[in-house]
């Protein structure tokens, strides 16, 4: 893919090129003779045609950096006739050049609108030359203030060309039959700790040709985004990851990866992504975890008083709750969430306490009088858990999260789980480091001071006390410049922001990521 787009950029570049001086001439610059004859085509409008035809040419630029076809026959047309106004000249010969050598990269030129987006932009179109008319003929007997319709032809094609350049719209979640197969190659032994969270209602899916693994992922402002790594057979993992970017260039979507393993990081280089760490799962080794010892004293003090407090817990598998205890799950959930809607999305489950996810285990915790006042759900993967949500009562007593985590892991020990998957450490090594130089100074100054709001220090503490073991993890992105509107839509997917419209289609009831209550 980054060779595909080292190929095009000139293309871009050189349209671009002469969208300024079109712009130069609407502003009444000296230019070339062969942009002279351009204007005196457009009769005493030519300036007003001049700008339009920037905009458009702009448009067009756009359209061909990100490999529309549409933007490409439209500028081989406008090319052609280019040539013919440029007359015998170095212009001429260079859109000549230019020409031919898009007719031979045709094939990098990938993302075709569907048939709908096609019918959309002509009926804008159409809408502006007929809302063009109807100014027109609003104005009569002032001429001065008149469209002709060289302009208004230039405006309805450049909207049409708004419309159709614009990326395909995000696809519907995957329906029971294809989760199905998703759910069968979850179940791979070489599955790893997120593996199932694929298995989100809001997930679209790609296979690989042989069907033998997959890879799922959302899409939100024109970003189709990865959570975890592809799941199933480990030699088909680079065939899904090449179907899945082939699928994204087809349908105008730029591609991005979260929460990806280091040794799985090559399966989005080959493509030209860059990759980057941005912190660490959190691993606790349940042969090696233990209570004893001073390490340990925070968390069994904590658990202690728990103890003390008369708190008991159980875990059962979702799918043995009875009606009750999945109302009881649910109220604690809801009055966790103080009506907040759904967070989360490379590292978190939907439809908690619905029976969707039968196979998951729950620690509940109750209170001297049998209240439940906490609750955590791990998922499986082979032999390990991972966990997925984090309740408790805001008034619960303190040491609430560190009790179930002791006892998940006490059951993990007796059911010969040998991992669990604890929370995600952003910036671990960040927080971690005892020597920083100024810029990480500042970074960690930063994050100390808005840990109140987005709790990755307080979550990274937490996490320190078990003395677990970390799994690097980052993110895949196309380039630098692409940071924004990638950054944009994998946070719009973790925190549920509002510009996430789409976000309860195909979702059962909604939870929250996992991290850690006030303490």
């Not at 062969?34 to 001049?50: E, I």
């Not at 013919?84 to 050598?101: E, Y």
């Not at 096609?118 to 502006?128: E, F, H, I, P």
Request: charged share 20%.
């Amino acid at each position: 893919m980054e060779g595909t787009r080292r190929h095009v950029w000139p293309f871009g570049l050189i349209t671009a090129g002469f969208a300024i001086v079109s712009l130069l001439a609407a502003r009444r610059v000296a230019l070339p003779h062969w942009v002279g004859q351009l204007m005196n085509q457009g009769g005493p409008r030519g300036r007003l045609h001049a700008g339009l035809l920037a905009v458009l040419l702009l448009l067009l630029a756009h359209g061909l950096l990100r490999r529309r076809r549409i933007a490409y026959w439209t500028v081989l047309a406008l090319a052609g006739c280019g040539v013919l106004l440029a007359g015998r000249s170095v212009v001429a010969l260079l859109l000549v050049v230019a020409g031919v050598t898009l007719i031979v990269r045709r094939e990098q030129f990938p993302a075709v609108p569907r048939p709908t987006r096609v019918r959309l932009a002509g009926m804008c179109g159409l809408t502006v030359l007929a809302a063009g008319a109807v100014y027109d003929l609003a104005l009569h007997g002032h001429a001065e203030l008149r469209l002709d319709l060289g302009s208004l032809v230039l405006l309805g094609v450049s909207v049409t060309l708004v419309v159709l350049l614009a990326p395909a719209p995000p696809p519907t979640p995957a329906d029971g039959d294809v989760r199905a197969r998703v759910t069968e190659l979850v179940r791979h032994p070489s599955s790893d700790t997120l593996a199932p969270f694929v298995l989100r209602n809001d997930r679209s899916y790609v296979f690989s040709p042989d069907g033998r693994a997959a890879v799922g992922y959302r899409v939100l402002l024109g970003v189709a985004v990865v959570g975890g790594d592809p799941v199933g057979e480990p030699e088909a993992f680079p065939a899904a990851v090449d179907e899945f970017v082939r699928v994204c260039d087809r349908a105008g979507w730029r591609v991005g990866a979260l929460a990806l393993r280091d040794d799985l990081a090559f399966l989005w280089r080959r493509h030209g992504l860059r990759t980057v760490g941005i912190g660490d799962e959190v691993l606790l080794d349940v042969g090696a975890f233990t209570l004893s010892g001073r390490a340990m004293r925070n968390v069994r003090q904590a658990v202690q008083r728990t103890h003390h407090f008369g708190v008991t817990t159980s875990i059962v598998r979702e799918g043995d709750l009875d009606t009750g205890m999945r109302a009881e799950v649910a109220a604690l959930s809801t009055h966790w969430l103080r009506g907040a809607g759904e967070r989360g999305f490379s590292m978190i489950l939907d439809g908690l306490a619905t029976g969707v996810h039968p196979e998951c285990v729950l620690v509940l915790a109750r209170d001297s009088t049998g209240r439940l006042v906490g609750c955590q759900r791990y998922v499986p993967s082979g032999d390990t858990l991972s966990l997925d949500v984090m309740r408790r009562e805001h008034n619960a007593v303190n040491g609430l999260n560190e009790r179930m985590i002791a006892d998940i892991a006490a059951y993990a020990a007796e059911h010969g789980i040998r991992l669990v998957s604890l929370n995600f450490a952003a910036f671990r090594t960040l927080l971690d480091s005892s020597r920083r130089n100024p810029l990480e100074r500042t970074a960690y100054q930063a994050l100390h001071v808005l840990d109140p709001f987005i709790r990755v220090e307080s979550l990274y503490r937490f996490n320190a006390k078990f003395h677990p073991g970390y799994q690097p993890r980052g993110v895949a992105f196309p380039s630098w410049l692409s940071v924004p509107i990638v950054a944009a839509a994998m946070v719009g997917m973790e925190f549920g922001l509002i510009y996430d419209r789409h976000r309860s289609v195909g979702v059962r009831p909604p939870v929250e990521p996992r991290q850690i209550p006030s303490r």
